[in-house]
């Protein structure tokens, strides 16, 4: 039950599906925790589900870098220290085509997914304490391509460049960098998709996504929090600008 014991840790994407229960591993675990969001209105449903003086909540936009600054500042100012950065705010955008993908809808995702991680890096890594870890949420599209998810894939992609330069120019100060690769996670994001790409049928479309898992099933976002908290914890202190897939064999079919 310690083993992040006295570690404080930074969650983007806090009222996620992910984001809330790595946020209850972490705590049973001994950490402090800072949960970012900024979806106001998810932030006080999630307040219900900590009764913990070892949280706290943060409104805040991971696209901008006064909002990254913000929480950074509010973080050290609560809790003393950051351990853990664990980026993992990242929205899915819209399935079409790349030659009919709005143009609105893209720069919204690349600032979100990939300047929002590389926001974070650029301010949060160096106050972090030497030693400390950072997670990085991709996907299996950030090892894949999947029609009409383009500017999904691609800023998963992308992100995975953003942890192996981390990864590379934060290992003097032993600061591990890593991304995970989650298949598809039984949440709301998944439900979006699934109604984006057929609203009629949205359980077609998670039948379709199923049929390519081994394991024959979604992720549960527990299992997903689970992998980061052994990427936060002391146990995965030699590994470093690696990419960790948990999608029930997905890529391997």
């Not at 402090?32 to 070892?54: G, Q, Y």
Request: one cysteine or more.
């Amino acid at each position: 039950m310690n083993r992040l014991k006295d570690k404080v840790a930074v969650i983007t994407g806090g009222t996620g599906g992910i984001g809330l229960a790595t946020a209850k591993l972490f705590i049973e675990q001994g950490a402090k925790v800072v949960l970012v969001d900024n979806n106001p209105e998810a932030i006080e449903e999630s307040r219900a589900n900590f009764s913990d003086k070892n949280v706290t909540f943060f409104q805040a936009d991971v696209s901008k870098k006064e909002d990254n600054i913000k929480f950074l500042n509010h973080a050290l100012k609560t809790y003393g220290k950051i351990d853990i950065f664990f980026a993992n705010a990242g929205i899915e955008g819209t399935s079409s085509p790349i030659s009919e993908y709005p143009e609105d809808i893209f720069d919204t995702v690349v600032a979100v997914n990939l300047k929002g991680v590389w926001l974070g890096c650029q301010h949060i890594i160096p106050k972090m304490e030497e030693g400390g870890s950072v997670i990085i949420t991709s996907s299996v599209a950030g090892l894949k391509g999947f029609a009409g998810l383009g500017a999904y894939v691609a800023t998963k992609h992308a992100i995975v460049g953003v942890m192996k330069v981390a990864a590379a120019e934060n290992a003097v100060r032993k600061i591990r960098v890593n991304t995970i690769h989650p298949g598809p996670v039984d949440n709301n994001m998944m439900r979006r998709i699934e109604s984006d790409m057929s609203p009629d049928s949205p359980d077609a479309v998670k039948d379709g996504f199923t049929s390519t898992v081994p394991f024959g099933r979604y992720a549960t976002s527990k299992e997903i929090g689970e992998i980061a908290l052994f990427l936060a914890s002391d146990e995965s202190k030699y590994i470093t600008g690696c990419t960790h897939l948990i999608d029930g064999g997905m890529l391997n079919a």
